[in-house]
């Protein structure tokens, strides 16, 4: 297939109406001092301000924008997503709308990209703005989630990146309904580098990542890169038989031998407690697994697009 665009850029958008001039205009510069040929498509994701307006206004009066408009919120990773599977360029960039990841970087993401990488990936050198919880859970997250999968993520990018072509038709064609398109663009291996930034503050309005959704892409790394939360499990279960076991011998011991019962409210409702606990916490680890494959097997569409002015036959897959 012959590809339209030397560079395509996707910016998921949720109510970004304040950032999304200076966000166009930068871009904009950006990648047509380095080509015509460029594309710049909006996800609106279902954005409650005029955020839609504003990516009109800039389709309007330049034939290189393109939109596509969801048909309610589904979420950045899965905006991304619906970005992907209408591009049309050799390669392409994927940018927030706040101005936190500065559009110049495209430069040195699109000159390394030319040196013959498949995914250029901006990595942080610090994160302006992002409280220390956000930070620090980040950190720690990002540090386990590398432990327990068996490929190479790397540590201390966001999405902020540029992807070959042939990394945008790979994740074109995994048909997983949780995203998490850092950890599956590392999964398939190819040629990685990265460039240093500073990562900004928003510039306007605020995240858009409530800590329902943090925890929810978190977990949705976990679960669908690894299986080791299952492994834990059924090792906590193995060690506490053993434990309860020895515990068993030894209560029959003071019984008959050392002819002492143990008696105790405290003991009973301790080990009655903690089993509880434990069990709970087992049930939701394979509760996360079968909830995922719950979602896969009603194998419902992504998104729902409202509006475009990208045509059918744009469609890289
Ligand atoms: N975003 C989106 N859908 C959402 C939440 C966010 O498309 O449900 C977009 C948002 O407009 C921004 C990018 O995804 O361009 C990153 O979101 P945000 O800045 O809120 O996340 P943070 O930087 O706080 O992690
Ligand atoms: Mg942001």
């Not at 976990?222 to 279960?237: A, E, Y």
């Not at 011998?249 to 409702?269: C, D, E, N, R, V």
């Not at 049930?283 to 194998?299: A, H, L």
């Amino acid at each position: 297939m012959m590809l339209k665009n030397d560079i395509s850029v996707v910016v998921p958008v949720y109510n970004e109406y304040e950032n999304l001039p200076e966000l166009y205009k930068r871009v904009k510069n950006t990648v047509s001092s380095i080509t015509d040929k460029y594309q710049i498509i909006f996800v609106n994701d279902g954005s409650n301000d005029d955020s839609l307006s504003r990516i009109l206004s800039f389709a309007e009066n330049n034939p290189k924008v393109f939109y596509l408009d969801l048909s309610r919120n589904f979420g950045h990773q899965i905006a991304v997503t619906a970005g992907l599977e209408y591009c049309n360029a050799d390669c392409t960039v994927i940018i927030d709308s706040d101005l936190q990841d500065p559009p110049e970087l495209i430069f040195e993401l699109y000159s390394k990209y030319r040196e013959g990488f498949d995914v250029v990936y901006a990595k942080r050198k610090k994160r302006e703005g992002d409280t220390f919880i956000k930070k620090f859970t980040a950190k720690l997250y990002y540090r386990l989630l590398k432990r327990w999968v068996s490929f190479e993520i790397p540590l201390d990018a966001g999405d902020y990146r540029l992807i070959s072509n042939k990394v945008v038709s790979a994740v074109n064609q995994m048909p997983e309904q949780n995203k998490f398109l850092r950890a599956q663009i590392a999964w398939l291996g190819l040629k990685q580098a990265y460039v240093l930034f500073d990562r900004e503050i928003r510039k306007h309005g605020k995240s858009g990542y409530s800590y329902g959704k943090m925890f929810r892409l978190a977990f949705d790394g976990i679960t669908g890169f690894s299986d080791k939360p299952l492994l834990l499990v059924s090792r906590l279960g193995f060690v506490i038989s053993i434990f309860s076991f020895l515990v068993i011998i030894y209560a029959i011991f003071a019984h008959y031998i050392f002819k002492q019962t143990i008696t105790g409210w405290t003991s009973l409702i301790i080990s009655a407690m903690f089993m509880g606990g434990i069990q709970l916490l087992s049930i939701g680890i394979i509760g996360e697994y079968i909830s995922r494959i719950n979602k896969n097997v009603q194998k419902r569409p992504l998104y729902i697009l409202k509006d475009t002015n990208i045509n059918d036959t744009y469609i890289n897959s």
